[in-house]
Each structure stands twice: as C-alpha cells, then as structure tokens.
C-alpha cells in the first residue's frame, strides 16, 4: 500500500513560528528550533519508506522565506494555499488519496513521530482505514486515511484543546473505524521544551536550552 506522508511546515522566520517559545528562547533560538524539527521530520518521513514524502509548505515553496533552507531532494514540495488549517488539509488529503492509497498528515513539532512510529501508523492504517496519534495538548500530531470526507476538516476550532474530541467525533459520526495510537507532545510551549531531544536543542551543542 502506498502511503504518502503530508508534512504541514511554516517556513522557519524568526519571529513567525514558535512564536510562544520567543520569550525563552528568542525569535532566532526559536525559529533555528523550528527549522531542526522541520530537518528532523522530513528525514523521519523519508526513514520510514511509506512512500512519497511532501512538504506543504507556507508561504509557498518558491517564496524567498524558504531561500536558505536546505530540503532533501527526494520530497515533493507543494503550497498549502489559502484557508485555515482545515482548509489546507482537506486539500491536500483529497488531493493525495487521488493517487495514493492512504495518507498520514502530520506537522514538525513532535520529535516522537520518528520513523518506527510512522511506519506503526501505516500499519494501523492498513487495518482500519484510519489513525490519530492525539496531542497531550488536546490536538492531535498525526491523522491518517484510506478515503476522504470534508467534515473530518471543517468546522473545527484549530489550534485548541477541542481538536482532537471533535475529530473523534466525526469519524463516530461517519461510523468509521479509528485507531488511536499513544498521546504525544508537541513543543509548542516553554513547559513542552522537556520533552525536547537534546540534539534537537537550538544552538547549544552541551544540549542546555536555559544556560
């Protein structure tokens, strides 16, 4: 079965992303984060040999924000366009699942979404026709499917604790098999950095984020 993996990232400007991480580690600390758990990702993605791996990105993959950043060959790149996230992600799960057999969508902010744990999820996938790994957080760090409905993505207030419930509730609704894997961190906040990879940490080789 091939399964692409969608790969949701924000191109890394300081002072655009990881914004509630700044008053830790500053707009550069933060957005050189950023880009590590974008580097990260992608390399698990591609690790775990599911099938095509592709950044959507923001702003578009030909936009200078991204002049700089170095991305593995082997991805595809296509922009995640207009709309909120619900938006985005339809569009690029109906487009994928035109040519794909199942998708897992995921973001960069969890660095236990290694390989092994993609390739866990396919699987899972493979048997139920769908995934969530939820957040600690109340969202959730990976959404896989075998087919499409619009209602898993409208009408969902993103970026909050409700994410993950209401999604639930949807695939009840559609009567759709669900399974869930182990709750996850993002880092999104200063408390999540303990949960950070020390060879993540940005710009602190003795792996120290508060020296």
């Known amino acids: 079965m091939s399964t692409r993996i969608l790969v949701f990232a924000k191109a890394p400007e300081a002072g655009r992303v990881k914004t509630r991480l700044i008053p830790v580690l500053g707009a550069q600390g933060a957005a050189e984060l950023a880009r590590r758990l974008l580097h990260c990702m992608l390399a698990e993605a591609l690790a775990a040999g599911l099938g095509p791996v592709e950044l959507c990105a923001s702003p578009a993959p030909d ?3 991204w002049r700089g950043v170095a991305l593995p060959r082997e991805i595809v790149k296509s922009d995640q366009g207009e709309g909120d996230l619900g938006t985005r992600m339809a569009r690029a799960a109906k487009r994928a699942l035109q040519t794909d057999d199942a998708v897992l969508l995921i973001g960069t902010d969890c660095p236990a979404l290694d390989a092994s744990r993609l390739r ?3 699987k899972h996938l493979a048997l139920h026709g769908a995934v969530m790994h939820p957040a600690h957080d ?3 760090v990976l959404l896989g499917l075998t087919r499409f409905d619009a209602t898993l993505f409208s009408d969902i207030e993103w970026s909050t604790a409700a994410v993950a419930a209401a999604t639930r509730a949807r695939f009840a609704a559609l009567a ?3 399974h869930e894997g182990e709750t996850l961190h993002d880092i999104d906040e200063p408390v999540d950095l303990a ?3 020390d060879s993540l940490a940005p ?7 508060l020296r």
């Open 63 to 65: 936009d200078a924000a």
């Open 120 to 122: 866990r999820a396919a």
């Open 138 to 140: 109340g969202g959730y």
């Open 176 to 178: 759709w098999p669900l």
């Open 195 to 197: 949960h950070l990879p």
């Open 203 to 209: 710009g602190h080789q003795n792996g120290s984020l």
